[in-house]
């Protein structure tokens, strides 16, 4: 049974909480308060319930005022913030940036969708480094002066109490200001160097201007790569199926001084039931037939240009009868020129693209998880506070 949420209260829950200096041995303590707004059948009930949230908000809250007599703030408010938001982006990094990364790695190379795709990645790891090293270098006990003036300023306008004067010393207060702070920079480091990584397939492929070829796949291809080379008739097999033999040879060996003209050529190979009838729910689909070329691995043919004659026989079901099918075949002969770049240029893009990808997105995930660790340990440094709940104990901060 469900009531009717008809009564909208909202309550102020406030507590003052009781912090020990680590660094002076004062004692202070800070007006806390929070608010929550909650729906409920009866007014009692809804009151009841933003109570209870808003002292659940209340025990979650950390103040931020700074030690009245040395001006410190204590390692749990400088910590609040950063393990908040070292966690927010290291998450988003993990959740944005491994996929895509993934699907980026084995992009062809020189393909706008690899570019588009890696910079994506660059962008968000660049985004997630620059959130963690501002992060980092906010330092809110920089300036210890200004942070006692903010305490007197907070104690005469009824926040803040002190309650036991400390001893400020100037060594232990620079132990207390920074902490980690080589780690902290370290992390930093390796999130812009990750975030460098990520992009060096782009890097590497734009660097060498190689020539680009629209027709193949991948459009960057070099001596010893393979190169998918598509046939410009179509076919119109059932559900797409086909398979082929399909042979290659350099049209311009001669040329080229190449001895051997023939090149090593793979093709589809779908396999189908040789028997089947028409069955009215297999539909016709248009191929284009294609095949592998694995061009020869001879490096004078680096920055070269190669004629390759593909020779293909397709085999598969044909629906253009209108009862039973029958298996079809047609051969398929088309040149392709080639520009080629440096050995091996497609094979290295994919393998700078993908390590870059994954050392980089693992370099910034790591450094923000690094130093969201880094907080939680500096938030556990600080010694333990007491809480005086405002219901239970009527101190006013006017009294
Ligand atoms: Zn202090």
């Not at 944005?96 to 062809?108: H, Y």
């Not at 969708?113 to 270098?137: E, K």
């Not at 589809?268 to 009215?280: A, G």
């Not at 893009?349 to 450094?367: D, F, P, T, Y």
Request: aromatic share 6%.
């Amino acid at each position: 049974m469900t009531a009717r949420k008809a009564y909208t209260a909202t309550m102020t829950a406030a507590c003052w909480r009781e912090h020990m200096c680590g660094a002076c041995g004062g004692a202070f303590r800070a007006l806390l308060e929070t608010s929550a707004t909650s729906d409920y059948a009866t007014p009692s009930e809804a009151r009841l319930a933003a109570l209870e949230a808003a002292e659940k908000l209340l025990a979650d809250t950390v103040a931020m005022q700074p030690c009245p007599s040395c001006g410190l703030y204590q390692p749990d408010m400088v910590a609040q913030a950063p393990m908040r938001r070292h966690r927010k982006w290291t998450t988003i990094a993990a959740i944005a940036i491994v996929p895509l990364a993934l699907i980026a790695g084995p992009q062809s190379a020189g393909s706008i969708m690899a570019d588009i795709l890696t910079i994506a990645v660059t962008i968000f790891c660049a985004a997630a480094a620059f959130v963690h090293i501002r992060t980092v270098l906010h330092n809110p006990n920089r300036d210890l002066a200004a942070n006692r003036a903010a305490a007197t300023g907070a104690i005469g306008a009824g926040w803040m109490e002190m309650l036991v004067p400390g001893i400020p010393n100037p060594a232990t207060a620079k132990q207390w200001r920074s902490r980690y702070r080589t780690s902290r920079l370290l992390a930093c480091a390796a999130s812009i160097l990750g975030a460098l990584l990520t992009s060096a397939g782009v890097l590497f492929v734009h660097a060498h201007n190689w020539p680009v070829n629209e027709h193949a796949d991948p459009v960057i291809a070099g001596p010893g790569d393979d190169v998918k080379l598509t046939m410009v008739e179509t076919i119109t097999p059932l559900e797409g199926l086909w398979r082929a033999t399909a042979k290659a040879q350099v049209a311009n060996a001669g040329e080229l001084g190449l001895a051997d003209t023939a090149l090593q050529t793979t093709s589809n190979l779908d396999v189908w039931h040789e028997s089947i009838s028409r069955d009215f729910s297999l539909i016709a689909r248009e191929v284009q037939p294609w095949a592998i070329v694995t061009l020869p691995a001879t490096e004078m043919l680096a920055g070269r240009r190669i004629w390759i004659q593909v020779d293909l026989a397709a085999h598969y079901p044909d629906a253009s009868g209108s009862v039973s099918f029958h298996n079809a075949d047609t051969t398929f002969s088309d040149t392709y020129v080639l520009q080629l770049a440096a050995p091996h240029a497609a094979r290295d893009s994919v393998l700078i693209r993908a390590g870059g990808l994954a050392l980089g997105s693992a370099l910034v995930i790591a450094a923000g998880y690094l130093l969201h660790r880094l907080a939680l340990r500096e938030s556990n440094l600080a010694l333990p506070t007491r809480t005086i709940s405002l219901h239970d104990n009527p101190i006013q901060p006017e009294e």
